[in-house]
């Protein structure tokens, strides 16, 4: 993998409603899919989905494991190949324990919005860090409105908004993640 160092998080808690309360939310098989794709695609090591609820997780588990047993592999190679990056964690403190105890040190927490903070960070700028190679890195997506205030303020760094052609900027996240990890490592990029 080209991006070794590098790993994606999706977070269904803590999560925002448009009231900007916090809520759990639901996990959907799309964003199974249609993430663990692009973190294949630009060789991302792990794509880490973060859910606490039991019910959910056992969904999540059933789907993880048919893909990777050998009727699902045969049904579907691809497939096989991108499940293979997913984790599945309760909290986004396991998934940074994970990282620390796998790769040696702590990663540098990179969060995801639709606004822009003191420590935002360009495509271009964040993109350079992790061509170097001597840290570890942890893009962390919401789900919902967002991750809450708390939370964004805990991140080192946080990437800089998606622009679209005009004002509107409600991507889902599956579009999201798959817009910054290309604007990151596509070997077209400009």
């Known amino acids: ?32 899919h249609d993430i663990a794709r692009p973190a294949r695609a630009y060789e991302v090591r792990s794509f880490y989905i973060v859910q606490p609820i039991d019910a959910q997780r056992l969904v999540i588990r059933r789907q993880i494991e048919y893909w990777l047993s050998e009727e699902g592999r045969s049904a579907n190679p691809t497939r096989y190949e991108i499940v293979q990056l997913v984790r599945l964690k309760y909290t986004l403190d396991e998934v940074v324990e994970e990282i620390e105890k796998e790769r040696g040190q702590r990663p540098v927490l990179v969060g995801t919005d639709a606004r822009k903070y003191p420590n935002t960070v360009s495509y271009r700028e964040l993109s350079e860090e992790i061509e170097k190679r001597d840290r570890e890195y942890l893009i962390v997506f919401g789900t919902g409105y967002g991750l809450p205030p708390d939370l964004m303020r805990t991140f080192d760094y946080i990437l800089e908004p998606i622009y679209g052609a005009g004002e509107w900027n409600h991507l889902s996240v599956r579009n999201a993640v798959a817009i910054i990890l290309d604007r990151l490592f596509s070997r077209n990029r400009c």
């Open 1 to 32: 993998m080209i991006n070794e160092n590098v790993s994606i998080a999706l977070v269904h808690y803590p999560a925002m409603d448009r009231e900007g309360k916090l809520i759990v939310t639901s996990f959907t098989t799309m964003d199974l």
